[in-house]
């Protein structure tokens, strides 16, 4: 089946600091990649969807300026959380799809910000 | 808009029990995927099951089986015979239109299901 590898698996970063995800396709090109956010104990929603050489498309509430997303190549996608609060501690995970396939999950990041 | 709904949040069984666990959704396409993912405590979402909207054939893999049916926009998921390694959050997910199942994913709030010994 196809690999999403994503990376850190983990993360701990001070207040104020920016963080970078990375969300890898490892054996097929993905043309569209999903972002996911889950805080504890809550389910996962979506904060935006981003098409290769496109400007990510976010979802309603999710501030771009602050999450920004690059999909610059069909085999990675990254997310900057930038200046991160200690409320943006989450779990995000990506997905990722060719084309007009189903979407395969990475690991998720556990982001924890001090 | 799509939605999805688990109204079961926590499900606490004895092992060698059967456990079902309920999803209902609400669409206004006719093409649509569903989806079942399992959330162990390390966090990743292991994919169980994927269904379009044209198959409500049920499935059954192992000690699992799903049950789709249309009329009631249900996908109900069960387990047989629960096993420890069960204890999981457990998620229904929806997928609109023809991408196999490729769109943005909406989830439900999930159940936590616990088996104990």
């Known amino acids: 089946g196809a690999v999403v590898s994503q990376h850190p698996s983990w993360v701990i970063c001070k207040s104020g600091t920016s963080v970078k995800i990375e969300c890898r396709s490892l054996?097929?090109?993905?043309?569209?990649m999903f972002w996911y956010r889950q805080f504890p104990k809550q389910s996962l929603m979506l904060m935006a969807t981003?098409?290769?050489?496109?400007?990510?498309?976010?979802e309603q509430g999710v501030e771009k300026d602050k999450f920004l997303i690059n999909h610059a190549s069909l085999t990675l996608s990254t997310l900057t959380v930038t200046s991160a609060h200690p409320e943006d501690s989450s779990f995000y995970i990506c997905s990722a799809r060719y084309r007009n396939t189903e979407a395969f999950f990475g690991q998720g990041t556990r982001l924890t910000v001090v | 808009a799509q939605k999805v709904t688990q109204a079961q949040t926590e499900i606490s069984v004895v092992e060698k029990e059967d456990v079902t666990l309920d999803c209902v959704y609400e669409t206004r396409d006719t093409t649509y995927y569903l989806f079942w993912y399992k959330q162990p405590p390390s966090g990743e979402l292991v994919f169980l099951i994927r269904r379009n909207s044209f198959d409500e054939q049920n499935e059954i893999s192992g000690r699992y089986s799903w049950n789709f049916q249309k009329s009631t926009s249900s996908f109900n998921f069960t387990i047989t015979a629960s096993q420890v390694v069960d204890s999981a959050v457990y998620f229904c997910?929806?997928?609109?239109?023809?991408?196999?199942?490729?769109?943005?994913?909406?989830f439900g709030t999930g159940t936590q299901l616990k088996v104990e010994l």
């Open positions: 981003s098409n290769e050489g496109s400007k990510a498309t976010y």
């Open positions: 997910a929806l997928s609109e239109g023809f991408t196999g199942g490729g769109n943005k994913l909406t």
């Open positions: 054996d097929f090109q993905a043309t569209t």
